[in-house]
């Protein structure tokens, strides 16, 4: 739960107001200006202890409004029922507005841009704030029904001038009425917890990224994706692993909706920090108290590395660090730094992490199967009748995110990257890796494809080598213990086998899919091969410069001409984005 300082909505000033509500009595802009002269110091002092300050005569607090979402036609009592719904929705306005840098105009622009197109919480989670809209003057014209609206009226810009002592003040008030109503109700105190304002505020990229996982279909996602949870739960729940678990201390980095801080709870732990940047922070506390957990699991809203100071009990004290970090191409999000940033500070040196290793996967394929590999291609080659080749500019400089048939795949596998999270350094993983692939059937290479696999090993500090193979048959629900219980029940008593039981799973295009699929890196001149020909080359993945949380990659790659001959095969590279 984020807790933030609510301002007085102001009106908008005079000229803004005419361009949004073309139709508004003109008796409505002259309060507007007053609202935005510049007060004396004295009439600022005193601003705060009046509650009939002439300024806003033309402003109404209790104004039907809209949420932001067109889908949503409640019409809510007041603006600021209006933002709380949007807010529920998956979308925090007034953080939004802040992120992007609007002024008013440009607000105002998004709202009806917002309305007209029916965008959804999850596609203006990702504006970037140089979209051409928000300086188009177009946008100021209201959509029909919403002429009125009190969204339109809001002047977000003095947000911006709450100080850092008003929010502590405001967070402890809420601190104390939150505890005096827990002792009430002898639940004890609340389990929301928020990190004081940081020095620095998030950067752009951040921000985008956390606003991604405030919605809800990301979550839902992630969580109907049953490899990736019936994995989590099974090496939670296994009895072998109890000792691992139950009255132990475990953070969760990255908690989202909660469902794993849920797991460690039901497997007995004494206590779950549940840790989470985004908005759904809120969501998580909410699950966690539904479900009778609040006593064992304390959610913390703000970003791993920013809670020093509210995390400090905790510092070398955490026996579990469980997290799903993992995005598509493995490291694309660059969460994995903020897990490892954890691991150094809170870990205790008996503690596990969880998962405990990945490793990164890459084959040459033809087009088979859905034909994936070439479609994107092959799309614009007859559109109803049209050739359209310049759409395909660019679209072999961009790697894709696919579900790759099995039979597509017509080479040996080459680990590309191996990562212990135990051993390796508290930073974004870059690598260069050198790759052999012996193609196995005579056909045409359109590209390589690349996928993870990840164990959970009940010893973290075993060697990559000596990892057991990775299971590619999905887990059923039957295989999991404790999967069928209840709310708050808790799984019986630890067995006496304390060996640990070591959980994997692939992403591969042998096992079930997934919602990670797997990367496509298309070539742009397809290779025609025999079998026996050897394709050796070296992928090399570093940060992107442009957005950290995105990366670049090349493949330098030549072809033998035939099995046990020299390479004599030119050697090409190619450029990739994985955005």
């Not at 110091?41 to 009939?52: H, K, R, V, Y």
């Not at 949503?72 to 953080?95: F, H, I, M, N, P």
């Not at 919480?121 to 009125?148: H, I, M």
């Not at 405001?170 to 004081?196: F, K, M, N, T, W």
Request: aromatic share 8%; proline share 6%.
């Amino acid at each position: 739960m984020e807790f933030r300082v609510a301002s007085d909505a102001a009106p908008l000033d005079a000229q803004a107001a005419q361009a949004a509500q073309p139709t508004q009595p003109a008796q409505h802009a002259q309060p507007a200006q007053a609202a935005h002269a510049t007060p004396t110091a004295a009439e600022d002092a005193a601003g705060d202890l009046s509650d009939s300050d002439d300024d806003f005569d033309g402003w109404d607090e209790a104004q039907p409004t809209r949420s932001l979402f067109v889908s949503d036609e409640t019409v809510y009592a007041s603006v600021d029922e209006a933002l709380k719904a949007t807010l529920d929705q998956g979308c925090d306005l007034r953080a939004l507005v802040a992120r992007l840098g609007l002024d008013t105009l440009g607000t105002i622009r998004l709202i009806n841009h917002v309305r007209r197109s029916g965008k959804s919480a999850a596609q203006v989670a990702q504006l970037a704030g140089d979209e051409p809209f928000l300086s188009d003057d177009a946008e100021l014209q209201p959509v029909p029904g919403f002429e009125a609206d009190g969204l339109l009226q809001i002047d977000f810009s003095d947000d911006a001038e709450d100080t850092a002592g008003q929010l502590r003040m405001l967070q402890q008030a809420y601190d104390e009425l939150r505890r005096a109503y827990a002792d009430r109700l002898g639940i004890g105190a609340s389990h929301v917890d928020h990190a004081p304002a940081p020095v620095a505020q998030p950067s752009s990229v951040d921000s985008l990224y956390f606003d991604s996982y405030a919605g809800h279909d990301i979550h839902q996602t992630m969580i109907a994706d049953s490899v990736r949870t019936l994995s989590y739960a099974q090496f939670i729940l296994s009895p072998q692993n109890a000792h691992l678990i139950r009255g132990k201390t475990v953070m969760d980095v990255g908690c989202g909706s909660g469902i794993l801080s849920l797991f460690c709870a039901r497997a007995g732990a004494a206590r779950v920090i549940a840790v989470d940047a985004s908005d759904v922070a809120a969501r998580a506390e909410r699950n966690i108290q539904d479900n009778g957990f609040g006593h064992v699991v304390r959610v913390v809203c703000g970003k791993i590395e920013d809670l020093d100071e509210q995390l400090a009990p905790f510092v070398g004290r955490v026996d579990m660090i469980i997290s799903e970090w993992m995005g598509y191409f493995l490291l694309y999000e660059s969460m994995l730094p903020s897990v490892l940033y954890a691991r150094d500070r809170y870990l205790a040196p008996s503690g596990v992490l969880a998962p405990s290793h990945s490793r990164m996967l890459l084959a040459a394929a033809t087009d088979r199967g859905d034909g994936v590999l070439r479609e994107r291609v092959r799309f614009w080659e007859n559109v109803y009748g049209f050739s359209m080749p310049s759409m395909t500019q660019g679209l072999t400089n961009e790697a894709a995110t696919e579900d790759v048939d099995a039979g597509a795949i017509v080479s040996n596998t080459a680990t590309i990257c191996d990562l212990p999270l135990r051993q390796i350094p508290p930073k974004q993983p870059e690598f260069d890796a050198h790759f052999e692939l012996t193609i196995t059937e005579t056909c045409t290479v359109y590209g390589f494809v690349s996928w993870f696999d990840t164990w959970f090993s009940p010893d973290d500090r075993v060697p990559c080598a000596d990892l057991p193979p990775c299971r590619e048959t999905p887990i059923a629900a039957s295989e999991v213990h404790g999967i069928d219980l209840q709310k708050n029940q808790v799984v019986p008593g630890p067995a006496d086998d304390t060996c640990g039981q070591t959980v994997s799973f692939t992403t591969s295009p042998f096992g079930k899919p997934t919602h990670w699929k797997q990367t496509v890196f298309l070539l742009k001149t397809p290779l025609e091969v025999e079998a026996g020909t050897t394709i050796s080359g070296e992928i090399r993945v570093h940060p992107a410069a442009s957005n950290i949380r995105e990366l670049d990659a090349e493949i330098h790659y030549s072809e033998g001409r035939a099995p046990g001959a020299k390479r004599v095969g030119t050697r090409l590279i190619q450029l990739y984005s994985v955005r």
